[in-house]
């Protein structure tokens, strides 16, 4: 009974040392997006990213959490400084589009595959002979390239 519950507090405190561990500047910097070349803060050069990374720093010396520090960017520049879009709301609708997109794809492919493998196979060529006609025309023109 009493390792179970040194275990419980053990545990407690693990999740509440890394809970309180300061947010790591490069793991926000991936996270958020360069409001100017919209691509992340780890790949930018763009002034404004550079502006927004030494506020990063700044506020994790503050002792601010990641939360709290986004929550400043976003307030600042909006929810498109976000590289993941929320999850809830209308955010919910670009986690769940490519999904739809996806399988709705993979039923297309697969009503097409079982179109084309019921088709019918191409009929065979029929025994009747050409018209006279027709026949004798075809004669002349191999013959033309015959001699």
Do not use: H, Y
């Not at 691509?39 to 990374?53: F, G, H, I, N, Y």
């Not at 697969?110 to 027709?134: K, M, T, Y």
């Amino acid at each position: 009974m009493r390792l179970v519950a040194a275990a419980c507090v053990l545990g407690a405190i693990a999740a509440g040392a890394a809970a309180a561990a300061p947010p790591n500047a490069a793991d926000l910097e991936a996270e958020l997006v360069c409001p100017v070349c919209e691509t992340t803060l780890d790949q930018s050069t763009a002034p404004v990213a550079e502006r927004m990374k030494t506020f990063i720093r700044v506020r994790i010396a503050a002792g601010d959490s990641e939360d709290e520090i986004k929550d400043a960017l976003v307030a600042q520049f909006g929810p498109g400084v976000l590289a993941e879009p929320p999850g809830g709301g209308f955010g919910l609708l670009a986690w769940l589009l490519p999904l739809v997109g996806l399988v709705a794809g993979a039923i297309a492919v697969g009503l097409l595959v079982r179109a084309w493998s019921r088709r019918a196979p191409p009929a065979e060529p029929s025994g009747e002979q050409l018209d006279a006609e027709l026949e004798r025309l075809v004669d002349d023109e191999l013959a033309r390239f015959d001699g």
